[in-house]
């Protein structure tokens, strides 16, 4: 079976969140599916020299404003990738969706309707000659592909839509319509028009066939009005065709015992190990080097969303325990400043580094006895599932696929030996602070705290089940 993933970023090509893994992983988990897929995303600045061998593979004479090239190549981990090269649209420095100032880039717009248009071209036949069968689009920057698709009339591959973070939905003037080529038949309430305005998500959540997102719990959540961002309606309207299915992770790419971005290796039988990488990453950072003190981290983008608020709120209860705290992010300027007053007012045991680094990731969660994962609302959340594996046991609010990944160390948890982790209830900071101080309590018993960590990096979050599950949902559209 053939399938066009669509996404606005994929690992290791450019990543600004957990959307680029899992972008780059699934295809890779369901090759033993029988299932080839090839990637389209567009080629900012350093995508097509990743890509080897580079061919080109059709070209678009009006793309939103200029001309387009379809370039195809493979990624360092084998992935099939169909790069849009589009100067006009995303040759610039500055990130995927932000210019350097921090502010949207104003033609977000043409941008990434760009992305959608190449997918129908691709889908209906009209560029290359590989077709896919099933049209896979994320999030709201691919969201107008299955609206492209199905408005084109004709005879047209399925489409799915996976919703990584509903929060986000690329909202668009009406007086853009005829700009982003929709017919003004579409800007109805059952299919483009949001409020006044062009919905990117909205058009993928209207007219994909199946829609799907990372977790059970967020599945649920954004039907409801506190979680669904006003899509909820539709939401519960398509509830026949939507489904959750949790993320998994690159087991390779995220493995302690070979992970070449670590100082020291280990595994679930040498978990000793894991403290050298504690030493190192203080030394690195300058905090005190307190070998028994527990190492809590927060690696995330610092937003509202992510509740960092509610993590520095509960500061006190981690230094009064004993604790120390890094920090790895960048985000709102005002969470990356209260981040950074944090640590200027706790020299040596608070340290905050904002920026963007995938190998202090790695070596933040080789190092760390804990990880915090505060969100208010978390689609899936990977941050947690890589301490899991790393036997950093994560600290998780109540919600999404936080809620569906970590089981908290109840005294019952603990007892049968289920519990890998610690949650709260989301958005509560009096909950964080109790929810630490029963991982203070947990840590100064060693032997305790050891079996948590092996239970954590016992479970298994590979892509496996989740590859199953989305080639079961592929071949419910297109039966071999
Ligand atoms: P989201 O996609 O909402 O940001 P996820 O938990 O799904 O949240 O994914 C976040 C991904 O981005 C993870 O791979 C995490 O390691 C990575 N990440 C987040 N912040 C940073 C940072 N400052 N430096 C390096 N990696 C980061
Ligand atoms: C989004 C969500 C995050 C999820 C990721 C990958 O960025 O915010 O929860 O893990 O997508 O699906």
């Known amino acids: 079976m053939r399938v066009l993933s669509v996404a606005s970023e994929v690992y290791p090509l450019v990543k600004t969140g957990g959307l680029a893994d899992v972008a780059g992983a699934l295809p890779q988990a369901l090759a033993p599916h029988g299932i080839e897929i090839k990637t389209l995303v567009p080629a900012y600045p350093g995508v097509l020299d990743r890509l080897h061998p580079r061919e080109n593979y059709g070209s678009v004479a009006d793309l939103f404003g200029g001309p387009a090239r379809v370039i195809s190549g493979r990624t360092t981990s084998g992935a099939e990738v169909l790069a849009i090269h589009a100067p006009h649209l995303y040759q610039r420095a500055g990130g995927p969706y ?12 043409p941008r990434f ?66 700009e982003l080529r929709l017919p003004p038949r579409a800007f109805t309430i059952d299919g483009v028009e949001f409020h006044g305005r062009i919905g990117f998500l909205k ?16 599945a649920r959540e954004i039907q409801g009005p506190q979680h669904g961002h006003g899509l909820d309606g539709l939401l519960r309207h398509r509830a026949g065709v939507l489904s959750g299915i949790l993320n998994g992770i690159d087991t390779a790419a995220w493995d ?10 280990y595994d679930a039988e040498h978990l000793s190990d894991k403290a050298r990488n504690a030493v190192i990453l203080r030394r690195r950072l300058g905090l ?104 950093t046991l994560p600290i998780v609010a109540r919600v999404g696929g936080l809620a569906d990944s970590v089981i908290d160390a109840s005294d019952a948890a603990l007892e049968d030996g289920a519990a890998t982790g610690f949650q709260f209830a989301a958005g509560s900071v009096d909950a964080l602070r109790d929810a630490i101080a ?43």
């Open 98 to 109: 932000l210019a350097p100032g921090g502010a949207d880039w104003p033609d977000n717009g």
């Open 113 to 178: 309707a760009a992305l959608g248009w190449v997918a129908r071209l691709l889908g209906l036949g009209l560029l290359g000659s590989w077709q896919p069968q099933i049209v896979h689009a994320h999030d709201w920057q691919a969201g107008l592909a299955p609206a492209y698709l199905a408005l084109a009339g004709t005879a047209r591959p399925a489409t799915v839509i996976t919703i990584h973070n509903i929060a986000f939905q690329g909202l668009f003037p009406y007086a853009d319509l005829y």
């Open 203 to 218: 058009a993928g959540l209207a007219f994909a066939d199946r829609l799907t997102t990372v977790s059970p719990s967020y």
């Open 256 to 265: 302690p015992a070979s992970d070449p971005m670590i100082a020291e290796r």
């Open 288 to 391: 005190e080097p307190r070998p028994k003190a527990p190492l809590f981290c927060i690696l995330s983008r610092l937003t509202q969303a992510k509740g960092i608020d509610l993590a520095l709120g509960a500061l006190h209860q981690i230094l009064s325990g004993g604790g120390q705290l890094a920090i790895l992010g960048a985000g709102e300027p005002l969470i990356e400043a209260a981040a950074r007053a944090a640590a200027e007012a706790h020299p040596g045991q608070v340290v905050t580094i904002i920026g963007y680094d995938e190998s202090l990731a790695h070596q933040f969660q080789a190092a760390a006895d804990a990880i915090l994962v505060p969100s208010r609302t978390e689609p899936c959340g990977l941050t947690q599932l890589y301490g899991l594996r790393y036997g």
């Open 438 to 480: 029963r991982a203070l309590v947990l840590f100064a018993q060693p032997e305790a705290w050891r079996a948590v960590q092996r239970r954590a990096m016992s479970r298994d979050f590979s892509w496996r089940t989740p590859a199953r599950r989305y080639a079961e949902l592929y071949r419910s559209l297109v039966p071999a």
